[in-house]
């Protein structure tokens, strides 16, 4: 069984930075991918961004493109997400999750539907 904890929020300002861990525990974890999502207006959770977990290949939502890098450090089973110039609008509970090989189909990093194991969450609040 696979367990995801995340860490890392925590209350920062408008323009700071923040960087988030997922640490990932588990016999033989080698996910597909694994990616950030936080909850959003209309859906459970959107994506924020996804990592292809032996390839590095990433993905990142629009609305943080420039200003989010993702990472890994597969021999930690850890993910990163570095957050620089928050906004206000980042405010939400981010949740890392791990998905499975999608077995012959493309994998598609936003659909929350493709990952097996989410964490508990952890919070970011950024004051404007």
Not at 16 to 34: E, H, K, T, V
Not at 112 to 119: D, P, R, T
Request: net charge neutral.
């Amino acid at each position: 069984q696979v367990q995801l904890e995340e860490s890392g929020g925590g209350l920062v300002q408008a323009g700071d930075s923040l960087r988030l861990s997922c640490a990932a525990s588990g016999r033989n974890f080698s996910p597909y991918a694994m990616g950030w999502f936080r909850p959003a207006p209309g859906k459970e959770r959107e994506v924020v961004s996804g990592i292809n977990w032996n390839r590095g290949h990433t993905y990142y939502a629009d609305s943080v493109k420039g200003r989010f890098t993702i990472s890994r450090d597969t021999a930690k089973n850890t993910m990163f997400l570095q957050m620089d110039r928050l906004k206000s609008e980042d405010t939400a509970d981010y949740y890392c999750a791990a998905a499975r090989s999608p077995e012959g189909s493309v994998f598609d990093y936003a659909w929350a539907g493709g990952y097996e194991y989410w964490g508990q969450g952890t919070q970011v609040t950024v004051s404007s």
